[in-house]
């Protein structure tokens, strides 16, 4: 008990010392020269309940957690069943599901207000950013923490193209989508025979220098200032707006012989990115199945063995490594014409780190994850927000804590077996 | 003496300024890393916490009405160390220890989780904004021909011999004291160590704290160099103080040493002949160019695979 | 796979290996030739050096020096994976198999570089990958009925026995189309009849398949029983070599195994 009573007290006197000179204590700047203000009741106060709290803790230490234990954990209650289900009611189960989600996915456009649309849209974006880095990190196992400069690549080429030559959105995909692997492959050329943690800080790094020289190339890429007017795709020709904005275009709305709404524009968008999000996942769905797929799960397995066998690893990794970049510049290419303006802000490390979080609550390697991390990641911020002040916080404690209780995300990836029928 | 020698003596002199202290912290980097195998991401906003503290602490004690600045200063960073210590422990319990053995990418991602969640804490506590403090230690010696008068100030002095102090009383403590050969043991091999009897978890709550004291110095010394605190130093400075201790040789603190030195040095020279503006990108240029061509960094150990 | 030499001619020929690692000479001027249709083995005290022998020539370790010559091609400076398209694979003294793929996945991953058409070609499906996807699952079947583990085809490698992921291992290596393979002592922790097994698998291997194995073992009773041709090899050094008569009786490789193993 002695023993306990030194440790609660080092612990309290932690939290104390992590607490109260920071939040405590408010550097002020009056009249050109540094104060302190103390910071308000409220806050001392939950300084003293936070230490309190864990010097009780820490005190009863063990039979708090006996007393937790004895809880019963609680599960989701359809995920019992389905546990216990056979596996031809879980086939079907994941039919319905997907029957359900293609259904709403359908629907939304004509249920909902332009807002929730527009929402909507951004989700698919962050849907199609977590899945191809899913194929880096979930697939092949490769921690990329630069995945937006991949991104950035994507956006600016349709930016640029667009600028300078007057490509329209439909050519400038594939292109944007070309040249983010293009970068992918001169990045992980060198670098991918690194070890997993080097890996991910030099991709870090690149990241950083590709937003650097965003941010400095001024003439070419408009510096802090980003490049706007960058113009929305057009449909056969066809644009959505009020007006015309470039020449030869005609408008949706009189073509169709129906009164101007500025819905139709959201709309389009939305399900332009419908598209590109079920291609992504056709790809993948592919990709998993083909021999690039089952080599990056044996890669992630056992390098060595891998090695023996005759599989490069080099251009193993560096395939999956390519084509997640190509994703990046995708959804980058559908991301500037939808904002119509980007700037080297919208490509900083923290949009790398959203998407990993993504694929990491999400659950490394499961598509259906990923679908719902996007979701959650991106509609939470909105629903709360009256609390936008912390969500950075709470980003960053909830990485944590998933890594602490639950690391395989929320719905682990269920590989699909390669079986041998019956018949041989 | 040409006034472009003194040019160049003065990049130079700036540049190990700076990396004298990008050694200090690049020091806790190497440390966790040759001990558990791990990147602290954390640690950057370990150091930039002791860059708060100390304007807290300073301002705090000058407001108290102290008015012996030495005084204050080394108070000041007293106190900034045991609060940069004490988040380096605690960071280490809470983000780390449960995840040890788990394959890298996990804890990893805590960490960087971690590092995010400080930074907040810092954007909510203190706010988003730069944090201005006053020189408090100014003045220098200069010299050279009037064209172009080279200077070292007191406060780059300071640097220095803080530096150097620093790294002479770390490595005694690291060859000579009982705790220091633990740590050792433990770089070598954890479980062996503790099939030893060495506490292996006080030992790497230990390494963590020396790391974090030793950021906090370089947060105290940057903070009265610069001036200048906001949440967000900690993430570059972490950056380039890990890529000096991969230049080095991760696991190595002379390597750490060294790393800091000839990173600080790269990067005042690019500041100075070529762009201000690109010497963030020389130093994750160094860093792709190290990781390729010589992982093991300037004093590392090849590691043989076993198989 | 036949190999493309003359008969007289050695598959594996390695002259004067050298692995130096600092101070530590793990391998100290080795030299061992393995024949067309030969079982070669590998014998000698623990922490002989056999293991890093076999890493280099496998190419997972680069020799400090001599040459190792594979079919009448150097390959002592190839990387590992280069090693084994060219016809060299071996197995590891820990089995290393893909435990969360099945069996019959195991089988296919080894196949990669034949069934590995392109990118367009995979996701539509077509002809060429097709019918190159239906060649190696026939080769599997075809090994997965020869190592008699076809009943659990469809099983996580991981959930397999002892002895059946051992089998598997070699299934693996086989279905590559080698030349030459390289066995990391296969009969440790294996019981009698399960070693019994492995004895007519590597000697119908020899014999049906036409490749020579090479293999590193403890197991005196089955290296007696199989091999051609056996090497000694002691502290690193090489020891003696001979026919398992010779060996037998080879006084200085009794001393140093101070008896019966």
């Known amino acids: ?424 | 003496m040409s006034e472009e020698f003194f040019y160049f003596l003065q990049q130079l002199l700036n540049g190990l300024t700076v990396g004298s202290t990008y050694a200090l912290i690049a020091i806790g980097y190497t440390m966790v890393y040759g001990i558990i195998g791990m990147i602290n991401f954390a640690h950057g906003e370990v150091y930039m916490i002791g860059t708060y503290v100390t304007f807290i602490a300073i301002t705090g004690l000058t407001m108290l009405g102290i008015e012996y600045m030495p005084l204050v200063i080394l108070c000041a960073l007293i106190i900034a160390i045991v609060a940069s210590c004490s988040f380096g422990w605690a960071i280490e319990r809470t983000a780390y220890r449960p995840l040890r053995g788990t394959n890298r990418l996990i804890p990893l991602i805590s960490a960087i989780g971690m590092s995010i969640f400080l930074q907040n804490y810092l954007v909510q506590a203190q706010g988003a904004r730069d944090i201005g403090l006053p020189p408090m230690i100014t003045g220098g010696w200069s010299f050279g021909p009037d064209s172009f008068q080279a200077s070292v100030s007191y406060m780059q002095l300071i640097i220095f011999i803080a530096t150097a102090v620093s790294m002479l009383a770390l490595t005694t403590f690291i060859s000579k004291s009982k705790m220091g050969r633990a740590c050792r043991a433990v770089a070598q091999d954890l479980q062996m160590a503790n099939l030893l009897g060495i506490n292996t978890n006080r030992v790497i709550s230990t390494t963590f704290v020396i790391g974090a004291a030793l950021a906090a110095l370089a947060g105290v010394l940057l903070g009265l160099y610069y001036g200048i605190a906001n949440p967000y130093i900690g993430f570059i400075a972490g950056l380039k103080a890990f890529t000096a201790a991969v230049l080095g040789g991760i696991g190595s603190i002379p390597g750490a040493m060294l790393g800091g030195l000839i990173l600080g040095v790269t990067e005042s020279f690019t500041a100075g002949y070529f762009s201000a503006e690109y010497k963030d990108v020389v130093a994750f240029s160094l860093l792709v160019l190290i990781l390729l061509f010589r992982p093991t960094g300037l004093l590392g150990k090849p590691e043989v695979e076993k198989i | 796979m036949m190999p493309n030499i003359s008969e007289n001619e050695p598959v594996l020929h390695a002259e004067n290996l050298i692995m130096q690692f600092g101070g530590l000479v793990a391998v100290n001027g080795v030299s061992l030739d393995v024949y067309q249709k030969q079982i070669v083995s590998i014998i000698g005290p623990n922490g002989a050096g056999k293991t890093t022998a076999f890493n280099c020539l496998s190419g997972f370790y680069t020799p400090t020096s001599g040459t190792i010559r594979f079919m009448d091609e150097d390959i002592h400076t190839l990387p590992d994976f280069k090693i084994s398209l060219k016809g060299l694979v071996r197995t590891f003294q820990h089995v290393r198999l893909f435990k969360e793929m099945t069996v019959i996945e195991n089988l296919l991953v080894a196949q990669h570089r034949h069934v590995n058409t392109g990118l367009l070609s995979g996701l539509f499906k077509t002809g060429s990958y097709k019918r190159k996807e239906s060649e190696a699952m026939e080769r599997a079947k075809h090994w997965l009925n020869k190592v008699d583990m076809f009943d659990v085809a469809n099983r996580e490698a991981g959930n397999l026995s002892y002895g059946q992921q051992r089998r598997l291992e070699i299934a693996r290596c086989m279905v590559t189309e080698p030349s030459l393979l390289l066995l990391d002592e296969p009969a440790a922790g294996l019981n009698p009849n399960e070693t019994q097994d492995l004895n007519k698998l590597i000697v119908g291997l020899k014999e049906e398949e036409n490749i020579s194995v090479l293999l590193i073992e403890h197991d005196m009773n089955l290296v007696m029983e199989i091999s051609d041709n056996i090497y000694v090899i002691n502290q690193g050094q090489p020891l003696a070599s001979g026919t398992p008569e010779e060996i037998r009786n080879n006084p200085d490789v009794i001393k140093a195994y101070l008896g019966e193993v």
């Open chain 1, 1 to 424: 008990m002695k023993k306990n009573i030194n440790h609660s007290l080092f612990t309290a006197l932690i939290t104390f010392i992590v607490s109260f000179p920071l939040l405590g204590l408010s550097l002020v700047s009056v009249n050109g020269s540094l104060t302190i203000q103390g910071a308000d009741n409220s806050t001392m106060i939950m300084i003293g309940v936070a230490i309190s709290i864990v010097f009780i803790f820490q005190l009863y230490r063990e039979k708090i957690l006996h007393m937790l234990g004895m809880l019963p954990t609680p599960s989701l209650p359809f995920k019992q069943a389905y546990k216990n289900s056979s596996l031809e009611k879980r086939t079907t189960l994941k039919k319905v599901f997907m029957v359900g989600l293609i259904l709403c996915v359908i629907i939304w456009p004509f249920m909902s207000s332009r807002g929730a649309i527009d929402l909507a849209t951004l989700v698919l974006i962050y849907v199609m950013l977590g899945l191809g880095l899913n194929i880096v990190v979930g697939l092949a196992g490769l921690l990329d923490l630069g995945y937006v400069a991949f991104y950035a690549v994507g956006a600016y080429s349709y930016a640029l193209l667009s600028e300078y030559l007057g490509l329209s959105f439909w050519v400038a995909l594939p292109i944007g989508g070309m040249l983010a692997a293009l970068f992918g492959f001169l990045l992980g050329f060198p670098v991918l025979r690194l070890r997993g943690d080097y890996l991910a800080i030099v991709t870090l790094g690149f990241g950083e220098i590709i937003r650097i020289l965003l941010n400095n190339f001024t003439s070419v890429t408009g510096g802090p200032n980003g490049i706007s007017s960058i113009p929305k795709p057009t449909l056969f020709g066809m644009e959505f707006g009020r007006r015309v904005k470039e020449e030869g275009n005609t408008l949706f709305h009189e073509v169709m012989g129906i009164a101007y709404s500025s819905s139709y524009k959201v709309i389009f968008l939305y399900i332009l990115a419908v598209i590109l999000v079920i291609f992504t996942l056709f790809v993948i769905h592919r990709l998993m199945r083909m021999p690039v797929g089952r080599a990056w799960e044996a890669l992630r397995e056992d390098e060595i063995a891998c090695r023996s066998l005759g599989l490069n690893r080099t251009a193993i990794k560096l395939s999956a490594f390519t084509i997640g970049a190509a994703f990046a510049g995708f959804a980058g290419c559908f991301f500037a014409a939808r904002q119509g303006f980007i700037s080297p802000e919208s490509f900083t490390f923290i949009e790398s780190a959203i998407i990993l979080a993504i694929v990491v609550l999400g659950g490394m390697g499961s598509q259906v994850g990923v679908i719902l991390a996007a979701i959650a990641m991106t509609v939470l911020p909105e629903l709360a927000r009256g609390f936008d002040e912390y969500r950075m916080l709470m980003f960053g404690l909830m990485m944590v804590l998933m890594m602490i209780w639950r690391p395989q995300g929320l719905a682990p990836a269920q590989r699909p077996h390669m079986e041998i029928k019956n018949d041989a």
